[in-house]
T-cell receptor, first 114, second 113 residues
Framework: NAGVTQTPKFQVLKTGQSMTLQCAQDMNHEYMSWYRQDPGMGLRLIHYSVGAGITDQGEVPNGYNVSRSTTEDFPLRLLSAAPSQTSVYFC?????????????FGPGTRLTVT | KQEVTQIPAALSVPEGENLVLNCSFTDSAIYNLQWFRQDPGKGLTSLLLIQSSQREQTSGRLNASLDKSSGRSTLYIAASQPGDSATYLCAFRLSGSARQLTFGSGTQLTVLP
């Protein structure tokens, strides 16, 4: 198993540009989520999905969009990048059943918005 | 809103020492908690998962405990090694919003050879 994979590893955007961060998992996990990590603030939940076709907002959803058309993929779209979105983005996945939600994280995407 | 605090923010110890990392939380309605390790520039690796009905979990030199009544969890690392150097994060999942993890900001551990 590759686990949770994310692409790209690094990205530089100009203010106003849009892009999609890719996330995929091969563990047949129902639950997938996106977090951002900023210095001194820990990880904060952006959006999550409990299965194909179902998404919901987390703590900091503004400026981001998600969709879940398959169990494996959960892309995160930045609609119009802003410097405040400079961060490291992590995708995570887990089972939603009695496996007690242990989460597995991808390696992250480091995004800089200038 | 659940607040999660990790103290200290940074810790430096000589190799071979036993050490304890602390994590405190404000809401006792915990579903479970997870301790993670993060190496510089890398993702998070799950170390231990404790259910709310459990008091502790052990894996090798690591032992994590949970005390809901006092709002505390600790991660004990025995016989520390330079390879243990990393940032350690605790994260809680509340009952009722069991899908969302709330993270502390981490303790950066350096083990000196």
């Amino acid at each position: 198993n590759a686990g949770v994979t994310q692409t790209p590893k690094f990205q530089v955007l100009k203010t106003g540009q849009s892009m999609t961060l890719q996330c995929a998992q091969d563990m047949n996990h129902e639950y997938m989520s996106w977090y951002r990590q900023d210095p001194g603030m820990g990880l904060r939940l952006i959006h999550y999905s409990v299965g194909a076709g179902i998404t919901d907002q987390g703590e900091v959803p503004n400026g981001y969009n998600v969709s879940r058309s398959t169990t494996e993929d959960f892309p995160l779209r930045l609609l119009s990048a802003a410097p405040s979105q400079t961060s490291v983005y992590f995708c995570a996945s887990s089972y939603t059943g009695l496996a007690a939600y242990e989460q597995y994280f991808g390696p992250g995407t480091r995004l800089t918005v200038t | 809103k659940q607040e999660v605090t990790q103290i200290p923010a940074a810790l430096s110890v000589p190799e071979g020492e036993n050490l304890v990392l602390n994590c405190s939380f404000t809401d006792s309605a915990i579903y479970n908690l997870q301790w993670f390790r993060q190496d510089p520039g890398k993702g998070l690796t799950s170390l231990l998962l404790i259910q709310s009905s459990q008091r502790e979990q052990t894996s090798g030199r690591l032992n994590a405990s949970l005390d809901k009544s006092s709002g505390r969890s600790t991660l004990y690392i025995a016989a520390s090694q330079p390879g243990d150097s990393a940032t350690y994060l605790c994260a809680f999942r509340l009952s009722g919003s069991a899908r969302q993890l709330t993270f502390g900001s981490g303790t950066q551990l350096t083990v000196l050879p």
